[in-house]
C-alpha cells in the first residue's frame, strides 16, 4: 500500500510531461498525422512520457509537488500541451507554406478545381500544393527533421521547469515571425510562375487586340498550364533547396528558442 502511495504521489507530475509530448500529436509533422489513429497518437506520448519520467526525476528536473486537485492540475495541463503545440506549429509551418505557395500556382494555372484529398493534413489540396507538400515532407524526414522535433520537446525539461507559462509577448512575437516568414517563403517560391503567368496574360491581352477573331479563352487555359508545369520542372531544384534550408533554419530556431527561454 505504501508503495502504491508513493506511486500514486509520482503520476501528477508524470501527467505534466505526457501532455506536454502529447501537444505534438496536435500540430508536429507525421505524429498529428490523421492517418495515425487518436489511439496511437494517445500511446505514443504516455509511453514516451513515461519513458523519460523516470530520467528527469533522477536528474531532478521534475518533481512531484502536483496534488491531484482539479482547479491546480487542469491550468498546468493547458500550459504544458501548449508548449508541444508551440514546437510542433513551428515544425509543421514548411510544410504549410509550400502547400500555400502551391495553391496560389495551382489557381493561377486554373488547376484551382482539381483538388485531392491530402491524409496527411486531413483536407482536400491544390495537386501542385500535393506535390511540394510531400516534398516538404520528404526533405523534412530525410534531415532528421521529426527527431528534431522531438528532441526540442524533450530538451524543454532542462530549461522549462513543469507549469512554466510561455503565453507571453515574447511568444506572439515570435510565432508572428516565423508566420510572416512562412507566407514569405511561400512568395518566393510561387513568384517565377506568378510572374511568367502575368507576361501571359498581358501578351495574350495584346494578341486579342491584334486579333480579335482568335478563341483566346481557348488558346489560354492550356497555354497556362504547360507554361506553368514547365517552370515548376525548371525550378524544383531551387525549389528543393530553398525548402531544405528553410527547414533547417525552422529546427534551429525551435532549438534556440527553447534553449534560451
Known sequence: MNQF?????????????????????????????????VQGRALFAIVLGFA??????????VSAPVHLDMWT?????????????????????????????????GQQMG??????????MGSSADIIGQML??????????????????LAVLNTFHHMPLGTNIADGSLLEMLLGVVLAAYEIAMRIAAPLLALIYLQ?????????????????????????????????????????VLLVWIEDVLQLTLDWVENY
Do not use: C
Not at 507538400?133 to 521529426?146: D, E, K, N, V
Open 5 to 37: 502511495t508513493a506511486l500514486l504521489e509520482h503520476f501528477p507530475a508524470a501527467l505534466l510531461v505526457i501532455f506536454r509530448i502529447g501537444g505534438l500529436a496536435i500540430y508536429a509533422p507525421v505524429i498529428s498525422s490523421q492517418i495515425i489513429a
Open 52 to 61: 523519460i519520467y523516470p530520467i528527469l526525476y533522477v536528474e531532478n528536473l
Open 73 to 105: 492540475l487542469v491550468p498546468l495541463l493547458a500550459l504544458e500541451i501548449l508548449i508541444g503545440m508551440v514546437i510542433g506549429f513551428i515544425a509543421s509551418l514548411p510544410m504549410i507554406a509550400v502547400q500555400i505557395s502551391g495553391l496560389m500556382m
Open 111 to 120: 488547376l484551382g478545381f482539381a483538388k485531392i484529398f491530402n491524409p496527411t
Open 133 to 150: 507538400f510531400f516534398m516538404a515532407l520528404a526533405g523534412f524526414l530525410l534531415i532528421g527533421g521529426l527527431d528534431a522535433t522531438v
Open 201 to 241: 496574360t498581358i501578351s495574350l491581352g495584346f494578341i486579342s487586340k491584334s486579333v480579335p477573331q482568335l478563341n483566346i479563352l481557348s488558346l489560354g487555359f492550356p497555354m497556362r498550364i504547360i507554361a506553368g508545369l514547365t517552370i515548376i520542372m525548371i525550378s524544383i531544384g531551387v525549389i528543393n533547396e
